[in-house]
Structure formats: C-alpha cells, structure tokens
C-alpha cells in the first residue's frame, strides 16, 4: 500500500509564502515523478509543477518564477516553495507521484488528499 501525505497549507497574504510537503510512504520500488496539481473554487485540476527522478523540473507558466519545486530523494520527499503568493493561488494542493510498488507489473499515478492553501488579505 502506498500513501501520500501533504502538509503546509494554510492561510496567507498576497505577496506571502509557503512551502508544501508530501511524503510518499509504503511498498515503494521505484519512484519516477513527484508533482503538484491544484484545484481552485469551482475550477478544474491542474497541473502546478513536476520533478523527475534526474531533477528535471517542468512548471506551469502561471507559477514559473515564483514557484519552485525539489525533491530528497532519500526521504521520498517532495516540496514546493511558493513566493509571491496571488489571490489566484488559492486552492486545494494535491500531491502527486508517478511511482512503481513492489509486487506491480507497471507504474501509475498516486495522490494525496490535498492541502488548502488560501491566499487572503
């Protein structure tokens, strides 16, 4: 069983910062993608940031340059710093790993149960 586990979120001034965490945690192989997805008030998910097993990073073009994303790999660990918060950044954040368990044929994706981070002055 794999489990993924956000902490961080919280309430926040526009100009602010935060950072998330998500630990992923279980029978575990192989670890390819780590990322975070968010979901704002009557929106749809999407995509936020990713970093792969290299340290290759991709972000979405609303957060590049205020978010940053990183990975210890030790600890099966993935955080996301996040400076210049806007109002627009207020959402559940869900962690997501694309990961392989011990026993699977394949990987697949995995996620957490969300985290609010809400931006509010």
């Known amino acids: 069983q794999v489990q993924l586990v956000e902490s961080g979120g919280g309430l926040v001034q526009p100009g602010g910062s935060l950072r998330l965490s998500c630990v992923a945690s279980g029978s575990i192989s192989s670890i390819f993608t780590m990322g975070w997805y968010r979901q704002g008030p009557g929106k749809q998910r999407k995509f936020v940031a990713r970093?792969?097993?290299?340290?290759?990073?991709d972000y979405a073009d609303s957060v590049k340059g205020r978010f940053t994303i990183s990975r210890d790999s030790a600890k099966n660990t993935v955080y996301l710093q996040m400076n210049s918060l806007k109002l627009d950044d207020t959402a559940v954040y869900y962690c997501?790993?694309?990961?392989?368990?011990?026993?699977?044929?394949?990987?697949?994706?995995?996620w957490g149960i969300g985290t609010l981070v809400t931006v509010s002055s």
């Open positions: 970093i792969n097993s290299g340290g290759g990073t």
């Open positions: 997501n790993a694309y990961l392989r368990a011990y026993g699977a044929t394949r990987a697949m994706d995995y």
